[in-house]
């Protein structure tokens, strides 16, 4: 049975996939026969959440409340993702500790440290050490929020000269009304396997659709199924 990791946004707990969010997306799985881990990051958010989350998840309480990294723009125009290392390493003691996962997956904050993964795990430098038989198949990246071409730490290692990350990837928009869009794409840019990136779009925003009949799941599906099956 396949196994798959599944990293929450920020502001959003892991319950509230496992209870509604990857509902529609789930019942799609070929009778269900995929395992789903839906963890929690330790990293308290260290901003208020948006309005949005509120009237959407009344029942979540601020203590729920968690990040992977918080992005902070600097005055040179660069980034900086606060909570990174940190966050790496909980992640990298994750999974050295439990058998391996076929696909790790993330939705918003979760789907860009979800990339982050895939690049230190094709570096093989002293900064992961984390063993090739614990390497996913692939990743999957919902909504990203941007990429990290100017991000302080991880700017120099996609813009070093070495190929860009090659790890089999499925990206996933939510079209021009997700204020997370044109990030989500140039985030897609930088997994450029040309054979094994796939790019999909629905119009639900930076949520996800809530029919399980809408079109993208099948598609998604079929992306993870020929992901574990190479």
């Known amino acids: 049975m396949p196994r798959l990791l599944w990293l929450h946004g920020q502001f959003i707990p892991a319950r509230k996939y496992q209870e509604t969010l990857l509902l529609p997306l789930l019942s799609n799985l070929p009778d269900n026969k995929w395992e789903v881990t839906y963890l929690q990051s330790p990293r308290p958010c260290a901003d208020p959440p948006p309005d949005i989350i509120g009237r959407m998840f009344p029942d979540i309480q601020p203590g729920e409340m968690a990040e992977w990294i918080n992005s902070q723009a600097k005055s040179d125009g660069s980034k900086e993702y606060l909570g990174l290392p940190e966050s790496l390493a909980f992640l990298q003691n994750y999974l050295r500790d439990q058998p391996r996962f076929d696909v790790i997956a993330g939705h918003s904050n979760g789907a860009l440290v979800t990339s982050v993964l895939?690049?230190?795990?094709?570096?093989?430098?002293?900064?992961?050490?984390?063993?090739?038989?614990?390497?996913?198949?692939?990743?999957?990246?919902?909504?990203?929020?941007?990429?990290?071409?100017?991000?302080?730490?991880?700017?120099?290692?996609?813009?070093?000269?070495?190929?860009?990350?090659?790890?089999?990837?499925?990206?996933?928009?939510?079209?021009?009304?997700?204020?997370?869009?044109?990030?989500?794409?140039?985030?897609?840019?930088i997994h450029h396997h040309p054979s094994s990136c796939r790019t999909m779009e629905h119009s639900a925003g930076h949520w996800f659709p809530t029919d399980k009949d809408n079109p993208v799941y099948p598609a998604i599906v079929k992306a993870l199924q020929d992901m574990v099956s190479k």
């Open 118 to 189: 895939a690049l230190y795990m094709e570096r093989e430098d002293d900064s992961w050490d984390l063993p090739k038989e614990k390497h996913p198949a692939g990743i999957a990246c919902f909504n990203a929020p941007n990429s990290y071409e100017t991000e302080t730490t991880l700017a120099p290692l996609v813009n070093d000269g070495k190929p860009m990350i090659q790890m089999p990837s499925i990206h996933v928009f939510g079209g021009p009304t997700d204020h997370t869009y044109e990030g989500s794409q140039k985030l897609a840019r």
